[in-house]
Nanobody, 117 residues
Framework: VQLQASGGGLVQPGGSLRLSCAASGNILSINSMAWYRQAPGNQRELVASITSGGSSNYADSVKGRFTISRDNAKNTVYLQMNSLKPEDTAVYYC????????????WGQGTLVTVSS
């Protein structure tokens, strides 16, 4: 099982980006999916999570600006990021609890988001 994240890049403050993360492999089902981020010198932190039923949860710092969603048919989770701020600059990682040969937690490889003018 692999998680492949994409969509990062350089954006100006106030701009938008959409991250995607697709799970592949011999997957039976996916439970919760989430996005984390880690800025230089900081610990990895939870940005947003979503259950298999679509219930979502957000860090206070991104509420009202970021939206997490998922396409269960495509085994993909998305993070729509609007009104980006320089403090959103970080490597963003996707995470998922997946049932394949066993129930395990998986991490994607990370995608860099840089918010700068």
């Amino acid at each position: 099982v692999q998680l492949q994240a994409s969509g990062g890049g350089l954006v100006q403050p106030g701009g938008s980006l959409r991250l995607s993360c697709a799970a592949s492999g011999n997957i039976l089902s996916i439970n919760s999916m989430a996005w984390y981020r880690q800025a230089p010198g900081n610990q990895r932190e939870l940005v947003a999570s979503i259950t298999s039923g679509g219930s979502s949860n957000y860090a206070d710092s991104v509420k009202g600006r970021f939206t997490i969603s998922r396409d269960n048919a495509k085994n993909t989770v998305y993070l729509q990021m609007n009104s980006l701020k320089p403090e959103d600059t970080a490597v963003y990682y996707c995470n998922a609890y997946i049932i394949a040969t066993m129930y395990m937690n998986y991490w994607g490889q990370g995608t860099l988001v840089t918010v700068s003018s």
